[in-house]
């Protein structure tokens, strides 16, 4: 075993989008980190950095001060947002972490959609690949934690196919045309302009347009707002043009990854007086946020971020709860089956090696005899060796199955320790990356 | 208090009950239900109205008949306006002022006017009163606008979500609502005067009422709101509260001739 499985973050559930938004990574700075966090006690490492969450999951044989570790790595890069701020955000309070079997449960949750704002929501799971692949490009992915995700992956395609989790989740697509219901009578006037090009404001787009809606895409970069635009069949405005664009929309949806808001409440002022009090929505779900917060105050303006969506969310789960219930226990089943697949892959290697060993033995012996028997013939000679491994077999049968069993247990690691001590066994080998990816392809 | 007076008074009144039901959460069938009640209770006054014309108590005959048309013309708006609008949140803030003003009509007895009004002053009671009538549902509209709005504010999305009339549409029919109450209530304000006029000539004295005053700020309110809108595109809650405000100058007339009259 190379270590344990363990988890550092913070969640919707444990912090503000305020806090959230001060730790949230691009996926650029993820590998540069993740590289940097590795060390002799954290073997392996992978980063999800959402509008969500941000978590770190790293392998440790030595768990606790990884976590340790772990944490003033979070207290760091939020150290300097308290003093910019002048604020406590309370991060000891905030953050959480799990180790071991805990750890495990949390990512089988989270690739399962079960602690997402919108509980079934489909974008978490390819967000937590992302997280994956941006980690095997780092270089921090080992066995453990490469075998931990693609389990985690099985259990969420589990979860979605066998429950109705996924059916009708409150989404940004649902909150937008909701609102837009709410404000006007009809959407074949209405304008939604799409700011960023992330996933979620694709399929936004999508569910307004099929209302009928008029869709516009900007995008600081001009080649990927073209590339959306395609994709959806809509227009392109140009982002250095973004105030002549808020003047035409009604709807907003933004989703950029800009480390300062890109809608300030100046501009949207200004917007407004020329609006003549127009009623205009705006639906942010970027992280660090794109509209400043003040804008909600304005008169006509009706601004949603991140967390309104979760509250909005979890009035909703109320209805699917049986469901994600159902998913909850899928999710332990899950969790059972790979700790236990885990550990008889630990097994796998100590079952090897001590028949190797025996064997060796045996084949010795056996040689060693048809030295002293000048007249044993090619047949005696196969038969003398057949009857040692035989005798090996049979020797080895009970303690096999012995291990094995114990293998899945808590006492496994117990048992394997054991058998090497006792038959001189050589170190533990590690499981090459090349098995984790084939588990990863199943 | 006749019988038929009673029926439309109950059927207002369980139309305010189902329309109420319906805005706290009750199904569409709440709403038709409601609809229908005050279909019922506005033909059955629109019966009444004939009679008690019949007998001389048309609606300029006295302050309470006056009233009572200002709810018949409520009632009927905003069925017109049901046809057009999905309104069904907003039947709880329209009828429950029908109900009100209808009591308030009803308990007091009906007095005679003092002197022959004259085609102007016929013409001015009307006009006054159809006024009234479209601004008071003009301020139903707005108040249920910034009902609403507060919870859109307040992301209480529940609380409007599949039951709710949209913003925009409320914001258009409390304008439209707000400009021809304006137009009807001006020339209501301009027979007044006239009205005035010619009967202080007759009668040697002109009086300043505190009604006058409340009108002509009530007219204002509304001018400015309808300038406002137009030049610099007040809409949403500014202009809502601004009807309101120009509502209860209006509210205030009539409470004042009321009390003059009931005195």
């Not at chain 1, 959230?20 to 073997?43: F, G, K, N, Q």
Request: glycine share 8%; charged share 20%; hydrophobic share 50%.
């Amino acid at each position: 075993m190379k270590g344990d499985l363990l988890v550092v973050g913070l969640s919707h559930r444990t912090a503000p989008v305020e806090v959230r938004e001060r730790l949230a990574v691009t996926p650029a700075e993820i590998e540069v980190l993740l590289r940097a966090l590795r060390s002799d006690r954290i073997t392996e490492l992978a980063m999800i950095s959402t509008c969500n969450r941000v978590e770190i999951y790293a392998v440790s044989t030595d768990g606790p001060a990884a976590l340790g570790s772990l944490r003033d790595h979070m207290h760091e890069r939020l150290g300097v947002a308290v003093l910019d701020q002048g604020q406590a955000y309370g991060l000891d309070r905030r953050l959480y972490q799990r180790l071991g079997r805990e750890a495990v449960h949390h990512l089988f949750r989270v690739s399962a959609s079960l602690d997402s704002i919108v509980v079934g929501e489909p974008q978490i799971l390819g967000q937590v690949k992302e997280a994956l692949e941006a980690a095997q490009r780092a270089g921090t992915v080992g066995s453990t934690l490469g075998y931990y995700f693609s389990r985690a992956f099985r259990a969420a395609r589990r979860v979605r196919r066998e429950t109705a989790i996924a059916l009708q989740p409150i989404s940004v697509s649902s909150v937008a045309v909701d609102l837009a219901r709410t404000v006007w009578e009809g959407f074949s006037d209405l304008r939604v302009l799409i700011i960023g090009a992330g996933k979620m404001s694709d399929l936004a787009a999508r569910s307004l347009r099929a209302q009928g809606a008029t869709v516009a895409v900007t995008n600081r970069t001009q080649a990927r707002a073209e590339e959306l635009a395609s994709r959806l069949g809509c227009e392109v405005e140009p982002f250095a043009d973004l105030p002549r664009a808020l003047l035409r929309a009604d709807i907003v949806i933004t989703s950029t990854g800009a480390r300062e808001p890109i809608v300030g409440r100046e501009l949207v002022v200004e917007v407004q007086k020329l609006r003549r009090g127009r009623p205009l929505v705006i639906i942010d779900i970027a992280v660090p946020r794109d509209v400043e917060a003040s804008v909600e105050e304005l008169d006509g303006v009706y601004l949603w971020n991140i967390d309104h969506l979760q509250r909005e969310a979890q009035k909703n789960l109320q209805d699917r709860r049986q469901e994600a219930e159902r998913a909850e226990v899928m999710v332990d089943e899950e969790v059972a089956r790979a700790l236990a697949v885990e550990r008889g892959r630990a097994v796998g290697p100590t079952i090897a090696a001590l028949r190797a060993r025996l064997l060796g033995l045996a084949r010795a012996e056996a040689d060693k005899l048809a030295g002293k028997l000048p007249d044993l013939d090619d047949r005696g000679r196969r038969e003398v060796q057949a009857m040692t491994e035989a005798l090996v077999n049979k020797i080895l049968h009970a303690p096999l199955v012995t291990l094995k069993d114990g293998a899945s247990s808590a006492e496994g690691q117990a048992l394997i320790e054991a058998v090497h001590k006792l038959f001189g066994l050589p170190e533990l080998e590690v499981i090459s990356n090349e098995d984790a990816a084939m588990e990863e392809g199943e | 208090m006749d019988a038929v007076t009673i029926l439309y008074l109950a059927a207002y009144a369980t139309s305010t009950g189902f329309f109420l039901l319906r805005h706290m959460g009750g199904g569409q069938r709440a709403a038709g239900v409601g609809r229908a009640l005050l279909t019922a209770g506005f033909l059955l006054q629109l019966g009444d109205i004939g009679v008690r014309c019949v007998r001389l108590q048309h609606p300029a005959s006295s302050t309470p008949e006056a009233i009572a048309l200002i709810a018949w013309l409520i009632a009927g708006g905003f069925l017109l306006a049901s046809l057009r609008y999905r309104l069904d949140a907003a039947g709880a803030f329209a009828v429950a002022p029908v109900l009100v003003l209808l009591l308030l009509a009803r308990v007091v007895p009906s007095e005679s006017a003092a002197a022959p009004l004259g085609s102007l002053g016929l013409t001015h009671i009307l006009l006054a009163t159809l006024g009234v009538a479209t601004f008071a549902l003009a301020a139903a509209v707005a108040v249920l606008y910034l009902w609403q709005e507060r919870q859109l504010r307040h992301k209480h999305l529940e609380q409007l979500r599949g039951k709710s009339t949209p913003l925009d549409t409320l914001d258009r029919l409390a304008a439209r609502c707000v400009s021809f109450g304006f137009l009807v209530f001006t020339l209501g304000i301009v027979t007044g005067a006239l009205w005035v006029a010619r009967l202080g000539l007759v009668s040697g004295r002109a009086d300043v009422r505190p009604e006058y005053v409340l009108a002509l700020a009530s007219w204002l309110a509304f001018g400015v709101l309808l300038l406002a809108r137009a030049g610099a595109g007040w809409r949403g809650r500014r202009a809502a509260w601004l009807t309101l405000g120009g509502f209860a100058g209006a509210l205030l007339v009539v409470v004042s001739y009321f009390i003059r009259h009931a005195a």
